[in-house]
């Protein structure tokens, strides 16, 4: 498989997954054209150890299983959680899943501690085979085992495997912002929004599709979910349209910069509130805004 073409690093990126590129996976390259990187210098360490408490298993074997639980393809950012039903191991749909619900697994395994790990950028050993078990998980806390929670119904679900969820036992290591979260493929949390919102519309005149974005740093405006690496708080569905956002109104106190290009990269404009624009072209801004920052002032 190749990953990752049309890679454009500013430099000051810490893994390359954040510098812009094509979408994982889509290229039009063959091995004949894989890269290579030549190093100078004393480098880093290979595979640190992860922060938190760790547990290993009896045979060195990178899983841990119970006969109805286990958690296989252990890595740092934590392993799938797979459970057994009719004698046949399936996944664990990650859509809701909570803290609470990775407690009750890793209790159930004789574990202490637990939170959920999604797949994210190269977590790809997340993805598991076969069927996708359960969605909608409830747990309560005091259940014995995962089974034992309010779900959906065994094999009742929509879900494909690039969604199914991981476990990590032991306490959840202190991250600094989202983008932490994101690479350590930690579940981001939701939070209540704080300071003024920004509104943007599709079209001029602040007609069209209308999307709230409140304070922050959202790397990546999309159509889906925009998470804020200003804080530890995804925002939720921004449904700002990056191909046509054309006026906004900013806020007393508030001031937008736009980016042409993802994670804050390429052209950029800034406007400081009060202000309506009605109509971004006017402003010199005929690029698309990819990414945005929004503080207060």
């Known amino acids: 498989m190749i990953w990752l073409s049309n890679v454009g690093c500013k430099g000051d990126e810490s ?19 894989d890269a290579g990187v030549c190093c100078i210098g004393k480098g880093k360490p290979a595979g640190p150890k992860a922060p938190g408490p760790s547990y290993s298993c009896a045979g060195g074997e990178n899983k841990v299983d119970n006969g109805s639980t286990r958690l296989v393809g252990c890595r740092n950012a ?15 749909c990650g859509a809701g899943f909570t803290e609470k619900n990775a407690k009750v697994v890793c209790r159930s395994l004789g574990l202490a501690g637990g939170f959920a ?14 069927k996708v078990w359960l969605s909608d998980v409830h747990c ?8 034992s929670c309010r779900h959906k119904g065994w094999g009742d679900n929509r879900c494909a495997h ?46 069209g599709r209308r999307g709230d974005l409140y304070q922050g740093e ?22 700002v349209p990056p191909a046509a956002l ?4 900013v806020p007393a106190g508030v001031r937008v910069t736009l980016f042409s290009q993802y994670f804050f990269g390429g052209q950029s ?21 990819r990414s945005v920052k929004i503080e207060a002032v």
């Not at 510098?19 to 996976?25: A, D, E």
């Not at 790990?117 to 076969?130: A, D, L, P, S």
């Not at 404009?269 to 805004?289: E, I, Q």
């Open 117 to 130: 790990v999604q797949r994210y950028g190269g977590n790809y050993h997340m993805e598991g085979i076969g």
């Open 140 to 147: 309560n806390g005091a259940e014995s085992w995962l089974g």
């Open 218 to 239: 959202y790397p990546k405006l999309s159509d889906a979910t925009c998470d804020n690496d200003a804080g530890q708080c995804r925002v939720g569905s921004c449904s």
């Open 78 to 92: 934590g392993c799938r959680l797979e459970v057994r039903h009719n004698d046949e191991w399936g996944t664990v």
């Open 269 to 289: 404009r800034s406007f400081t509130g009060p202000v309506d624009v009605g109509c971004l072209v006017g402003y010199g801004w005929n690029d698309r805004a």
């Open 162 to 207: 690039g969604e199914d969820v991981g476990v990590c036992c032991g306490d959840r290591p202190q991250y600094g912002s989202v983008r932490e979260m994101r690479t350590a493929g930690i579940f981001v949390p939701q939070c209540q929004p704080k300071g003024a919102s920004v509104r943007f519309f599709s079209h001029c005149n602040h007609r």
């Open 246 to 249: 054309s006026s906004m109104s």
């Open 15 to 33: 893994n390359v997954e954040w510098c812009p590129h094509s979408p994982w996976g889509r290229h039009d390259c063959d091995h004949t054209m």
